[in-house]
Nanobody
Framework: QVQLVESGGGLVQGGGSLRLSCAASGSIFSFSTKPMEWYRQAPGKQRELVAAMTVGGSTNYADTVKGRFTISRDNAKKTVYLQMNSLKPEDTAVYYC?????????WGQGTQVTVSS
């Protein structure tokens, strides 16, 4: 079983910053060998991929967040982070982390990010 717990969301003014964390646990889960991903879902919209990081450290970002968001990971802490700078109202969404292992995708419960204009 795999558990993912996100934290760090909140209300921030436009132009501000937040740092999200996603802590992973589970006896069958080898965190350091898995790519990690951040998604978000705004009201009335489909869930979309925001950022991803491979085991080797390569990163990929949605065009809408390039240059503003940074994904990173700490394998010793089994945690993946999403540093979000220059936040915009359109970044408002519930943010989720995801990992796929043994053919199954696991999601956290999400953390709400609200950016005021």
């Amino acid at each position: 079983q795999v558990q993912l717990v996100e934290s760090g969301g909140g209300l921030v003014q436009g132009g501000g910053s937040l740092r999200l964390s996603c802590a992973a646990s589970g006896s069958i889960f080898s965190f350091s060998t898995k790519p990690m991903e951040w998604y978000r879902q705004a009201p009335g919209k489909q869930r979309e991929l925001v950022a991803a990081m491979t085991v080797g450290g390569s990163t990929n970002y949605a065009d809408t967040v390039k240059g503003r968001f940074t994904i990173s990971r700490d394998n010793a802490k089994k945690t993946v982070y999403l540093q979000m700078n220059s936040l915009k109202p359109e970044d408002t969404a519930v943010y989720y982390c995801r990992v796929t292992t043994n053919g199954n995708a696991y999601w956290g419960q999400g953390t709400q990010v609200t950016v005021s204009s």
